[in-house]
């Protein structure tokens, strides 16, 4: 089992859009995968092309496939917050579970980052964004946890300073970087037109970006998995050997 915390400390950096994205990616590529969306906004069904009043369950309650991933959310009492932690917690092997956090909310960030294996954090290039990351790391800078991993969303390239908080932001964080994706407004058109932007923009920047993101993050993943791999003096092949 993979579970992977999405969480950004900044709203509106695009939290929600790229933990769809890699879900609907990671299902692409044969992954079983189910999307839980803890946050009360509950906008993460809109990137899978539902209408904000649509449910995410069927007539037995149980949780959709959309899109070949198994949505959970719009947990509305912290009883059914809690459950949703468990069967978080106990993602089937093999599984893939990826998991939406709100911005404001320390607190889950804090227990799901316990038990998930990357803290992925989304955050804009920019200065709003470099700054919003002090947070993380009251304790220890950010610069030197390798329990994070960053994405800079929304890179716009025909602007000067975004590219080059971009370059910068890289930089700083070259330990945690594991991909950037390209700001480009199909993200919203697709949204607007309740369909989801593989289908409503198949060429989008976005999808080739996730696409790379979701590399990067495996690798991550294989990385750290024969980290602890040598811990336990095991060896399994990770994706570089693979590869290699
Ligand atoms: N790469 C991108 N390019 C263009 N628009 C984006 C991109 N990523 C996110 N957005 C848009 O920015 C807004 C905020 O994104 P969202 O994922 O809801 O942020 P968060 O969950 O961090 O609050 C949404 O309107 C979304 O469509
Ligand atoms: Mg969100």
């Given at each position: 089992m993979t579970i992977l915390a999405f969480h950004s400390p900044k709203g509106g950096a695009g939290n929600t859009l790229v933990t769809a994205a890699i879900a609907r990616r990671a299902a692409t590529r044969g992954r079983t995968v189910t999307a839980f969306d803890m946050t009360r906004q509950n906008s993460l069904k809109l990137f899978f092309g539902l209408l904000p009043n649509q449910s995410m369950s069927n007539?037995?309650?149980?949780?959709?496939?959309?899109?070949?991933?198994?949505?959970?959310?719009?947990?509305?009492?912290?009883?059914?917050?809690?459950?949703?932690?468990?069967?978080?917690?106990?993602?089937?092997?093999?599984?893939?579970?990826?998991?939406?956090?709100?911005?404001?909310?320390?607190?889950?960030?804090?227990?799901?980052?316990?038990?998930?294996?990357?803290?992925?954090?989304?955050?804009?290039?920019?200065?709003?964004?470099?700054?919003?990351?002090t947070r993380l790391g009251e304790e220890?800078?950010?610069?030197?946890?390798?329990?994070?991993?960053?994405?800079?969303?929304?890179?716009?390239?025909?602007?000067?300073l975004s590219r080059h908080c971009h370059r910068f932001m890289k930089e700083l964080f070259a330990n945690q970087f594991v991909g950037t994706v390209r700001r480009d407004e199909s993200a919203n058109e697709a949204i607007a037109r309740f369909e989801t932007l593989v289908e409503?923009?198949?060429?989008?920047?976005?999808?080739?970006?996730?696409?790379?993101?979701?590399?990067?993050?495996?690798?991550?993943?294989?990385?750290s998995a024969s980290r602890s791999d040598r811990q336990t003096g095991r060896t399994i092949p990770t994706a570089e050997h693979q590869s290699a």
């Amino acid at each position: 089992m993979t579970i992977l915390a999405f969480h950004s400390p900044k709203g509106g950096a695009g939290n929600t859009l790229v933990t769809a994205a890699i879900a609907r990616r990671a299902a692409t590529r044969g992954r079983t995968v189910t999307a839980f969306d803890m946050t009360r906004q509950n906008s993460l069904k809109l990137f899978f092309g539902l209408l904000p009043n649509q449910s995410m369950s069927n007539a037995d309650g149980e949780p959709m496939v959309v899109r070949g991933v198994r949505l959970e959310g719009n947990f509305t009492s912290s009883r059914e917050r809690e459950a949703a932690i468990d069967r978080l917690r106990t993602t089937p092997p093999h599984d893939l579970a990826v998991v939406d956090i709100a911005s404001a909310d320390w607190e889950g960030r804090e227990r799901i980052n316990r038990f998930a294996d990357l803290s992925i954090c989304v955050i804009e290039p920019n200065p709003i964004g470099l700054a919003s990351l002090t947070r993380l790391g009251e304790e220890t800078p950010v610069t030197e946890r390798d329990d994070i991993a960053i994405v800079l969303n929304k890179l716009d390239d025909r602007r000067k300073l975004s590219r080059h908080c971009h370059r910068f932001m890289k930089e700083l964080f070259a330990n945690q970087f594991v991909g950037t994706v390209r700001r480009d407004e199909s993200a919203n058109e697709a949204i607007a037109r309740f369909e989801t932007l593989v289908e409503y923009a198949p060429n989008s920047v976005i999808i080739s970006d996730i696409d790379a993101l979701l590399d990067a993050i495996e690798l991550r993943l294989g990385r750290s998995a024969s980290r602890s791999d040598r811990q336990t003096g095991r060896t399994i092949p990770t994706a570089e050997h693979q590869s290699a």
